[in-house]
């Protein structure tokens, strides 16, 4: 659903092959990609709309953070409130 | 021979120049009620435009109003000076648009000057200063070369593109400042000599022609708008006599003879070091690195009322004289064209911004701010924007007042100082809208909306003008309140409303805030099926249409902005010890060190910092404060 013909353009061309398939089991992970999911839908529907490049690249950006969060590639302040509550981490 | 010194006078501010920084530095701290010396090497070049005389365009036009809406002076001074105003992108939508200004660049000086002199607790001198007072790693005066010696509690320097300035035309290479000024050697070497890291920028200029020498015919006309536009919130008068600029283009011969002398071009040849600005790019860069081009935009701006001088917008070059006359005349229109000024490129000292602080205070020496073009930034407005934010919090830390920072989501101001003072620059840094994150919210119309609070509490805002923002800000709640409580009917006269707009006729009922949310509707259209009781100004109507329309992206902008404020939230302790942090990879050490961030946010924004470092030095903190809670 998320390699519909628009994206494939932007994103390579589509010609990443993926050498096996990737199962994400993380609870955390999987609401993160819905959320990313509805994040393109935006985008998607932004251009539709006819609404300014300016203003659909905020829909972008979120979709960008949202993975990045997976990945840790986004700086995430509550990550330390998880980390505290769920592990002791001495003194 | 060494000259006697004489004590020449006590003051709370010094500042270092009067520039475009320098002006807006002295003026916010006088206004805040320091005594405030201006010292500048040349009173006839008080808030000189030695580049393009113009203010404003993308994100700088931005800037200008932020200036304002803080209360200081250069939108102001633009508004009584112009030449010509144009908004820029009105086709694009509120987002990207963008005003800009031609000044007539000698009436801009002069006013400037005018206000200065005016001003109470400011005095103006002429002088240059060749070094600073420090003792004890704080700076306490200046020392002139003429012996004067001025105490000061905070010094700010606003030098520009003065600091070891060298001029650089075709083949010849002289110490200078811009346009023929004295440059400043001691003062340059003086900083270097306190330890401060500078490096070696560039910039140019194109020649001057004689207006009268121009064949318009051959050219396009480019007029200012007929809507009368400006700058500060406080304008009432508009400048109804514009003058037009003129557009014409290079073609192959003028890229043919460039090409042709670029062994003689600076530029190629090796004689100049300094790094340019990729965004400021001259002539001969332009052929070079767009050789595909078949020709390049030149737009010929009138410098003034009172004179023929014209800058010849596109045409920057340091290539020799003798070329750029050859070059002028192959340009259509300017076949006959004579030279007052030529083009040249200009080397200088600046400081590398990573040195300092927020507030632009150095981080080396206590009470020394540096702000402009000597921080490695390049434009007036960039300059203006630092100058009164290194003003307001040198008043303040001397007032014994917090200091004022602005954050990337308050303005383009917040976003120019901290990208300086985080990441740094390797060239002369020009804000871009692109620079900033928060582009929906940090918008020309709403700059007031913004930073007029501000601007207010630290008092550069008079009470009057407040009440007025105050009163504008209530009228444009009270009306998205009602659009959003009013329901239309799909009645005859709205279904033939939005028919005749092009859009689709309701099925039901519709909140009249929604049916502005279409893109094929209008304030005016809404207005007429839901009549106000009170005709509302414009600026409330184009804030009432604006946050309606754009209600959901400005929501998730906001929530961005958010998450931002908590991490900006996420102090760092003054005396955190980076080396004693274990996991942190060497080169993030390294940076946080250097910069020394004082959030988790500014942190995670330095280039070689990465979120798995934040991790770490989060848990850190986290811990230590777990620690002292606990009474370890």
């Known amino acids: 659903m998320i390699w519909s013909g628009r994206f494939q353009i932007c994103f390579f061309k589509g010609q990443i092959e993926a050498g096996d398939m990737t199962y994400v089991s993380n609870s955390r992970h999987i609401a993160l990609l819905h959320q990313a999911l509805q994040a393109i839908d935006d985008v998607l529907k932004g251009i539709d709309y006819g609404t300014p490049i300016d203003i659909i690249q905020i829909d972008l950006t979120r979709t960008w953070e949202l993975l990045g969060e997976i990945i840790g590639d986004t700086v995430q302040e509550s990550l330390i409130n998880q980390l505290f509550s769920q592990f002791c981490l001495g003194k | 021979m060494q000259t006697t010194t004489y004590e020449a006078g006590q003051y709370d501010v010094i500042v270092i120049g009067a520039g475009h920084a320098g002006c807006e530095a002295g003026l916010a701290a006088a206004r805040m009620g320091a005594k405030t010396l201006m010292l500048t090497l040349n009173l006839d070049m008080v808030a000189f435009m030695p580049c393009n005389p113009s203010l404003g365009g993308p994100a700088k036009g931005v800037v200008v109003r932020e200036i304002d809406a803080l209360g200081g002076e250069m939108a102001k001074n633009i508004d009584k000076t112009y030449i010509q105003m144009r908004m820029l992108n009105t086709g694009k939508g509120p987002a ?100 401060f890291e500078m490096e070696r920028f560039k910039t140019g200029t194109p020649p001057r022609i004689n207006g009268n020498t121009i064949d318009y015919s051959k050219t396009e006309i480019q007029p200012g708008d007929e809507e009368p536009r400006a700058f500060s919130y406080e304008t009432t008068k508009y400048i109804t006599d514009q003058l037009p600029c003129w557009l014409t283009y290079t073609n192959l011969r003028t890229h043919q003879l460039i090409d042709e002398n670029l062994h003689r071009a600076p530029m190629f040849s090796g004689m100049v ?81 990573t040195q300092l602080w927020p507030t632009l205070e150095t981080k080396n020496i206590e009470n020394l701010f540096t702000a402009g073009q000597i921080n490695g930034t390049s434009g007036y407005e960039e300059a203006a924007a630092q100058g009164i934010m290194a003003g307001i919090n040198a008043a303040r830390k001397i007032l014994g007042k917090e200091e004022v920072i602005l954050s990337r989501s308050d303005g383009y101001i917040g976003v120019l100082i901290d990208d300086l003072v985080t990441k740094g620059t390797n060239e002369p840094y020009r804000l871009l809208t692109s620079r900033a994150e928060y582009r929906l919210l940090l918008r020309h119309d709403n700059a007031d909306l913004r930073l007029t609070e501000i601007g207010h509490e630290i008092g550069l805002i008079s009470d009057e003008r407040y009440e007025k923002y105050v009163n504008k800000k209530a009228a444009i709640e009270a009306e998205i309140k009602r659009l959003r409580s009013t329901i239309l009917k799909p009645n005859e006269k709205t279904q033939e409303m939005i028919i005749q707009a092009g859009g689709s006729p309701l099925k039901d009922g519709i909140k009249a805030s929604d049916l502005l949310k279409r ?114």
Request: with cysteine.
């Open chain 2, 96 to 195: 990207v648009q963008a005003l800009r200004a031609q000044a007539d660049k000698f009436q801009y000086q002069h006013e400037m000057k005018n206000t200065l002199e005016n001003e109470p607790n400011l005095t103006l001198l002429q002088g240059m200063v060749d070094e600073l007072i420090v003792e004890d790693g704080e700076c306490k005066g200046v020392i002139t070369h003429t012996g004067a010696v001025f105490r000061g509690k905070a010094i700010i320097i606003t030098t520009g593109t003065f600091l070891r300035g060298e001029i650089i035309l075709g083949e010849l290479k002289y110490s200078s400042g811009p346009n023929n000024q004295k440059p400043s050697i001691k003062l340059s070497e003086h900083l270097e000599s306190l330890g």
């Open chain 2, 273 to 353: 070091k300094g790094t340019g600005a990729r965004y400021c790019p001259s002539i001969e860069d332009k052929v070079v690195r767009f050789n595909d081009k078949p020709r390049h935009q030149i737009f010929l701006e009138p410098e003034g009322r009172n004179t023929n001088e014209v800058y010849v917008q596109g045409l920057s070059t340091s290539l020799p004289e003798e070329i750029q006359h050859q070059i002028i005349a192959t340009v259509p229109g300017l076949e006959n064209a004579r030279m007052m000024r030529p083009g040249y490129a200009i080397e200088y000292d600046a400081i590398v911004p």
């Open chain 2, 519 to 632: 893109p094929e509707m209008s304030y005016e259209q809404i207005k007429e099926l839901a009549p106000t009781e009170v005709e509302l100004p414009k600026d409330v109507v184009e804030q009432v249409e604006i946050q309606i329309k754009y209600e959901g992206y400005i929501e998730k902008s906001l929530q961005q902005v958010e998450k931002l404020k908590k991490l900006e939230d996420k102090k760092i302790p003054e005396n955190i010890d980076y080396d004693a942090i274990n996991g942190i990879a060497t080169e993030a050490r390294q940076k946080l060190n250097k910069v020394r961030p004082l959030s988790i946010a500014q942190a995670s924004r330095i280039s070689g910092v990465n979120p798995a470092d934040i991790s770490i030095l989060l848990v850190y903190i986290e811990h230590g404060k777990i620690a002292r809670v606990s009474g370890e």
